[in-house]
């Protein structure tokens, strides 16, 4: 009967669709009568019958009355508000089933969209060292079969995690690092770089940001290679670990495209904003893009705040207050002399604004979808164009390089 509701066809049976009356027909198999004692036939059981012997959902509930389903309504409802009904209440029982095993049980998993969930034991709840060790480093938990996974959920998970972005930029990295600590000299003194790297002049002649060089000898590329150098290991652990913990993640929840889109562009960008703001240093580091993943994961949450299903608020809330954090933690360094501020809060304004854009069409209501896209929009522009006045506009001594601890 539902199934034919939105060919504007009701019938009363499924045989009866070709022309004869079959056993699921209740005209032909009477049904036994309601436990509740209301006097109508039991339902079946995806109307809120079938095992509790009742006539609707609502008459299951208790509720001493009768809804939208109950089988005396069929004759008088529209094929519309049939399928309307049928709707709704598909929709609270998927809620019921959602929330049924943690009502019963109090069971609790922890879930990551790139390796799946920690599944606990039945009626147990997960340990603080578990959540510890999950969150912080899942791909252990998942390939020693601590999370409960099964070799097939494995070989996905290790799938979904290599064959993404944030790992290929990761090795890249990785190998220009290598090549810049073996190829000029090692590792130079903590007092000349703390961050156990190179020297500040391997680190100019390989691509760090220069504003000098930009403007005089028009290498532009410098404003992309900084994203590939990192001044040290230090720097460079830092990032990749963060890269390849919050970026992968990101990465599989909003596809390959628009991740790599955001990543090089904030990265572009705070390079820009660190010429335009702070010219007279040098800087490396993908830090600035690691910054825009961050603001667009701020705007992406509060794009889809409304999609969340009830027993996920919980993940929605630590997700938001860890983005607030790191912000906060961005902003509590800012006394420090040898991070580049231009740059990491020109990559999270970047990345807020893009993500409007992008996924502007994740909202339910198309005014909002329109507006949001279109204050993206402007958003983008008047970053790029304020940047780029600023940039033009500086009227600092050009330099090859400085030395720490001046720049």
């Known amino acids: 009967l539902l199934a034919r509701a939105a060919d504007g066809l009701a019938f009363c049976c499924q045989g009866c669709e070709i022309g004869y009356h079959d056993e699921h027909c209740s005209r032909e198999a009477p049904r ?62 998927y809620a019921e089933r959602q929330m049924e095993p943690a009502r019963i049980t109090g069971q609790m998993d922890i879930w990551d969209p790139v390796w799946g969930e920690f599944r606990c034991r039945q009626g147990q709840r997960p340990r603080y060292c578990d959540v510890l060790g999950f969150t912080c480093c899942p791909c252990i938990f998942v390939s020693c ?179 607030v954090l790191t912000i906060a933690l961005l902003a509590a360094m800012f006394p420090a002399k040898f991070i580049d501020h231009s740059a990491h809060g020109g990559g999270v304004v970047m990345g807020a604004a893009l993500a409007s854009v992008l996924f502007a069409g994740r909202l339910q209501s198309r005014p909002w979808r329109i507006a949001t896209r279109l204050l993206g929009v402007a958003f983008v522009v008047a970053l790029w164009y304020g940047a780029w006045l600023l940039f033009a506009d500086q009227s600092y001594e050009l330099f090859e390089h400085c030395l720490w601890p001046r720049c």
């Open 145 to 323: 079969g601590w999370s409960g996974a099964s070799g097939k959920e494995k070989a996905l998970a290790w799938q979904r995690f290599l064959l993404s972005w944030a790992v290929l930029f990761s090795m890249l990295q990785l190998l220009v690092m290598a090549i810049l600590v073996a190829e000029n000299g090692g590792i130079v003194s903590m007092a000349e770089n703390p961050m156990m790297g190179p020297s500040v002049e391997i680190l100019n002649d390989m691509g760090a940001k220069n504003f000098g060089l930009i403007v005089v000898e028009g290498e532009w590329w410098r404003l992309i290679t900084p994203m590939m150098l990192h001044a040290g290991w230090l720097h460079f652990l830092m990032n990749v670990i963060a890269q390849l913990q919050m970026g992968v993640m990101l990465e599989v929840v909003w596809g390959h495209s628009a991740w790599l889109l955001i990543y090089c562009t904030c990265g572009i960008y705070a390079s820009l904003a660190s010429c335009a703001f702070s010219p007279n240093t040098l800087s490396v580091g993908a830090s600035g893009s690691l910054c825009g993943l961050v603001g667009a994961w701020f705007s992406f949450i509060l794009i889809t705040w409304n999609q969340t299903l009830p027993h996920d608020t919980a993940m929605r809330s630590g997700q938001i207050g860890s983005v």
């Open 32 to 93: 036994p009568q309601c436990r509740r004692g209301c006097g109508f036939a039991v339902a079946p059981l995806e109307m809120g019958g079938g095992p509790r012997g009742t006539c609707c959902h609502g008459c299951k509930r208790g509720q001493g009355q009768h809804d939208e389903t109950c089988l005396r309504a069929v004759s008088v409802l529209s094929d519309v508000q049939l399928a309307l009904a049928w709707q709704q209440y598909e929709m609270e029982a």
